[in-house]
Nanobody, 115 residues
Framework: QVQLVESGGGLVQPGGSLRLSCAAS????????VSWHRQAPGKERELVAT????????NYAGSVKGRFTISRDDAENTVLLRMNSLKPEDTAVYYC????????WGQGTQVTVSS
């Protein structure tokens, strides 16, 4: 059964850090390009970062560039999103996603940035 499970969200103060994890089962993440998305209340889901399957090329939304880092842990079949210098506007549910011919999504993990 193909499944993606996100973890690592929580409540953090502005300027703080979190590390999100996307664990896969039923397929090998390193074979595909993996993306992180987020959706804030009342807003559309937006792409945050991607990491390619071939050479691990990364891309970031302008709003997170320089603060977020996407990486792979192939031994654990996971993709990580390290988030530094968090801002209140980063508050959202974060989802990982993989397209294998079908778009798979995890259930999401809540990130709240607030003092």
């Amino acid at each position: 059964q193909v499944q993606l499970v996100e973890s690592g969200g929580g409540l953090v103060q502005p300027g703080g850090s979190l590390r999100l994890s996307c664990a896969a089962s039923g397929f090998t993440l390193s074979t595909y390009t993996v993306s992180w998305h987020r959706q804030a209340p009342g807003k559309e889901r937006e792409l945050v970062a991607t990491i390619s399957n071939i050479i691990g090329r990364t891309n970031y939304a302008g709003s997170v560039k320089g603060r977020f880092t996407i990486s792979r842990d192939d031994a654990e079949n996971t993709v990580l999103l390290r988030m530094n210098s968090l801002k209140p506007e980063d508050t959202a549910v974060y989802y990982c996603s993989v397209f294998t011919g079908y778009r798979y999504w995890g259930q999401g993990t809540q990130v709240t940035v607030s003092s």
